[in-house]
């Protein structure tokens, strides 16, 4: 069996600078799951559907269940570990827990995160933009109504 | 007890106890968690859905680099290798024969993942295929292939003891129940309806696929971390199979990524102790979505119904027969059938009732439990026909059905519980939110429909409750939180009789060795019995601070009342920290309550009561593109009667994502086999709902009589409100367009399809 090639890496996560060999086949996910004892991005589909590993490199939301971790190489990477200020919670994070968008908990540091990346894209999202952008994130048992709403309170216009 | 002023946490939105944890991440979930000295598995599935195991040879396997372990059937010889809630008919891995495509056939072992994962590749196996059956049709016919050969080993279940398999059939299970004459009744009937329905097999699709790490300990003891919903049912399950004491099984639930059923009865908790065992050091097991697909499933079921109706609409006889596919092993599924089927007639007074349904075995992932356990499959079809029912007799539906409603405190079977609820507000109140009595634009049309599901009976929760030296309390109880909110509801349940601030409580993850026993988290049963039971356990903490009080404060217990952890009578007040310490003569000790909630067998037909009736009615507004025959749901409005709600967001919640996961299975969900292999096991071939498909308008609503048995009157809640989903919608689209949908889901296609021959038949 070949081994496989490896890289060094070097790049931030949540503000903290990372340096790691990690072989090329390796995926994101992985690195921060199990390297970096990151667990809040969940494995579920392994197809880039669910949404539950979506994590921002350098603010853009990525699957990292089908992201490699090379490609990380000099960047800045932000999972919802990174999000709350010590025990100040983000916005995003906040009208979650306000809107009772929280059900199991499994999708919500993707949700969370996705949110965030819109926000940054558009601060007073419609709900048709909402809709739109979480095509990728889905959800299990909250049916969306409280995610949705949760995600137009943090907007500039409030639903 | 002491007098209750009006409630101050329960009927609050109080926001979830554990939200915190969850939106920063920190949350800890089964496929989280990290032993010393981890090991990890993975699974050898079978690629055949019937074959005779030739070789399973593990021997390139164990010797390629990290692999720890590898283990074949053939290996299990030291334990009972079998188990099952109902039957013990699932081998931990295949023995001899492979039963469906997916099944797991051996077991690697490595130091991590990766290595685990390769070395799969190295297991020589050998398989040499046999006939299989993966429909109904194919199991049920004359000198089908059967799944299953030996004797069938009973499981743990008390009120299975009479399960009715039929030898030399793929029939695993009958369920028969009659009351009246319904020939006769049928012969006299106005109005005789037959059809007959199915319902597809649709997955879960919990979003964290099923995970369990092991390990055993220098004394014998076995600990399974498991992302369960019956830590306790999985005890009894490895205590047999181990041939160890309850006691030295300890089985501790984190926080779970959704259940819905899937989670219940024994998963991977088996194979992960046995690994663990084997290698001496613990195991880890976290399956993909794609072995979730392989692990459990709604059972698909086919039923004919024949309503008999007088000619006043009256309904005088049901008669039923159902098959339901339990897929390779029955796991609950004869359970499913049989609790299913009881409550066929749904909320409606039936006087003559035939209901026969069999639990069939196929070549195919075994089917077990999953929100609304059989009450979807049947109502699908019995809601259906009573809308067929009203327009053959030109009754409104709404009408037809408030005029066969049972009325609170009738039989609905004897030595069952009466009927706690007023169903006639639930109908009524869904009918106005959805404007009925208004006319719908022309391109929508309105569709009702209700539902009845028992409860869990007889079933058994007790709770322990710990009053701290600080007034701080932590609550013992083994509910499982899965999402659906039970550590908040519990907690405010403690909150509200001790009358402590709510951040002041505590509640602990079930941990077999530590929280009490509780039978299972499924049912919607934890508000109303593990609640009761955190309740009792509560007052009774309460009961002996207040004999502490009274004697402090010389006043009888009944002059006393408490509020923000104060004890007080007249003017004088003190605080549950003085009188701890007094109690205790220290600044230390704890005062430690205890509920038990038993209701025990009864004279029912399923040998219990049901300890209250889910009620539920949908009401749905549809349009429909005729070009393309896809179905949008326009408006839908839930109400359901839920006695009273403790924390009203939550249920709010939780039907909001009832209905979402039961229009999945009405309008996109349905697990294809092609030659017995399973062609969509994962999220791009299998379609679960998105946000952009929720109805643009969605209304959850509740009844609230506190005529509930649980604690303030609540009833459970959570699986009710998406039974009525698939019925309801069919109902508008036949009143939409007067296509009769028979088959679920209601694809495109399919209506596309059903339109168009409508349109041949109109314009021939």
Redesign the interface.
């Known amino acids: 069996m070949l081994t496989p090639s490896s890289s060094d890496l070097a790049f931030t996560v949540n503000g903290r600078a990372v340096a790691l060999r990690v072989p090329a086949h390796a995926l994101l996910l992985d690195l921060l799951?199990d390297r970096l004892g990151?667990?809040?991005?969940?494995?579920?589909?392994?197809?880039q559907?669910?949404g539950?590993c979506t994590v921002l490199v350098d603010g853009e939301p990525v699957s990292a269940c089908t992201y490699l971790a090379v490609e990380v190489d000099g960047r800045d990477v932000l999972?919802?570990?990174g999000?709350?200020d010590g025990e100040v919670?983000d916005p995003v994070?906040?009208a979650?827990?306000?809107h009772?968008a929280?059900?199991?908990?499994?999708?919500?540091?993707g949700m969370?995160l996705t949110a965030r990346a819109l926000l940054a894209e558009r601060p007073a999202p419609s709900r048709e933009d909402?809709?739109?952008y979480?095509?990728g994130?889905?959800?299990?048992?909250?049916?969306?109504?409280?995610?949705?709403e949760a995600i137009l309170g943090c907007g500039t216009g409030r639903p | 007890m002491t007098a209750r002023g009006p409630l101050r946490v329960v009927g609050q939105s109080v926001r979830r106890v554990d939200a915190v944890e969850k939106v920063t991440g920190r949350a800890r979930y089964a496929s989280d968690l990290v032993r010393p000295g981890m090991l990890h598995a993975r699974l050898l599935r079978s690629p055949y859905p019937h074959a005779r195991l030739v070789r399973v040879d593990g021997t390139a396997a164990r010797a390629a680099a990290g692999v720890q372990a590898v283990v074949t059937g053939a290996d299990l010889g030291w334990c009972d290798p079998y188990f099952g809630p109902a039957f013990r008919d699932r081998p931990i891995l295949a023995i001899d024969v492979a039963r469906y495509e997916g099944e797991p056939v051996a077991a690697v072992v490595a130091e991590d993942d990766e290595a685990a994962a390769a070395a799969l590749e190295l297991i020589d196996a050998e398989y040499e295929e046999r006939p299989a059956v993966t429909t109904l049709d194919e199991a049920l016919a004359p000198g089908a292939p059967l799944v299953h050969t030996a004797k069938p080993l009973a499981g743990h279940f008390a009120d299975l003891s009479s399960l009715r398999p039929r030898p030399g059939t793929n029939i695993c299970h009958q369920f028969h129940f009659e009351r009246g004459a319904v020939g006769e009744a049928l012969a006299g009937a106005a109005l005789v309806i037959d059809d007959t329905y199915t319902f597809p097999r649709v997955q879960h699709y919990s979003m964290e696929p099923h995970a369990a790490v092991a390990a055993w300990d220098e004394q014998g003891g076995l600990t399974v971390w498991a992302s369960t919903q019956n830590p306790y049912s999985v005890r009894v399950e490895l205590a047999g199979m181990f041939g160890i004491p309850l006691g030295r099984i300890r089985i501790v639930v984190p926080h779970l990524g959704g259940g819905f059923g899937g989670k219940t009865y024994a998963k991977l908790e088996p194979i992960v102790a046995v690994l663990a065992r084997v290698t001496g050091r613990p195991v880890r097991l976290a399956l993909t979505a794609e072995e979730a697909f392989r692990t459990v499933r709604r059972c698909d079921a086919r039923v004919r119904v024949r309503l008999g109706l007088a000619g006043d609409g009256r309904l005088v006889a049901v008669e039923c027969d159902a098959d339901y596919d339990v897929g390779a092993y029955a796991d609950i599924g004869p359970r499913v059938v049989q609790k299913g089927t009881y409550t066929a007639t749904g909320p409606y007074r039936v006087p003559h009732v035939r209901l026969d349904a069999r639990a069939v075995y196929t070549n195919t992932t075994p089917g077990g439990a999953f929100r609304g356990f059989g009450v979807p499959q049947l109502a699908w079809a019995v809601e259906s026909l009573l809308d067929e029912a009203a327009r053959r007799l030109d009754r409104d539906p709404v009408d037809l059905r408030r005029d066969n409603l049972l009325h609170h405190g009738e039989e609905f079977a004897p030595g069952d519980t009466p009927i706690d609820g007023k169903f006639e507000e639930s109908l009524g109140r869904a009918a106005e939110a959805i404007r009925w009595t208004q006319a719908a634009a022309a391109d929508r049309g309105r569709g009702v429909a209700m539902m009845m599901k028992a409860s869990i009976g007889p079933s058994v929760s007790e709770a322990i409750v710990r009053l701290h030296a600080d007034a701080s309390v932590t609550v013992l109880a083994s509910t499982v939180e899965m999402g659906q909110g039970a550590r908040t509801v519990m907690a405010q349940i403690a909150a509200e009789v001790l009358a402590v601030p709510l951040e002041r409580v505590m509640v602990a993850a079930p941990d077999t060795s530590i929280t009490p026993y509780d039978q299972t988290t499924s049912s919607s049963r934890s508000t109303t019995m593990t609640g009761r039971a955190v309740q009792e356990a509560a007052e009774d903490v309460l009961g002996q601070l207040l004999r502490v009080a009274s004697a402090r404060l010389g006043v009888a217990v009944s002059a006393l009342s408490v509020a923000d952890a104060r004890v007080s009578a007249g003017g004088e007040a003190v605080s549950y920290v003085d009188l701890l310490r007094e109690r205790f003569g220290m600044g230390g000790g704890e005062l430690i309550g205890r509920g038990v909630v038993a209701p025990g067998r009864s004279a029912a037909p399923l040998g219990g009561s049901t300890p209250f009736w889910e009620m539920a009615v949908g009401a749905a507004e549809v349009s429909v593109d005729e070009e393309t025959g896809a179905v949008t749901v326009e408006d839908y409005v839930s109400v359901a009667d839920v006695g009273r709600r403790i924390n009203p967001r939550q249920c709010e919640a939780q039907d909001e994502g009832a209905v979402v996961q039961g229009l999945g299975h009405t309008l996109y969900e349905e697990m294809l086999y092609e030659g017995g292999q399973l062609l969509n096991a994962n999220l791009a071939g299998y379609r679960v709902p998105r946000a952009a498909d929720v109805p643009g308008r969605m209304t959850c609503r509740f009844v609230e009589n506190a005529d509930g048995p649980g604690p303030f009157g609540a009833k459970g809640a959570g699986e009710g409100s998406l039974i009525p989903v698939s019925p309801a919608v069919a109902n508008a689209l036949a009143r939409l367009t007067g296509v009769r949908m028979r088959e679920l889901p209601l694809t495109p296609e399919r209506v596309w399809r059903a339109l168009r021959a409508r349109r041949r038949r109109a314009d021939p």
Request: net charge positive; glycine share 8%.
């Open positions: 799951r990151l667990t809040g991005a969940k494995r579920s589909c392994d197809m559907v669910c539950a999972t919802v570990e999000l709350a919670l994070q906040a979650f827990v306000d009772g929280v059900q199991c908990g499994f999708c919500t540091p969370v909402v809709l739109h979480l095509r994130s889905l959800c299990r048992c909250t049916g969306y109504v409280k995610i949705v």
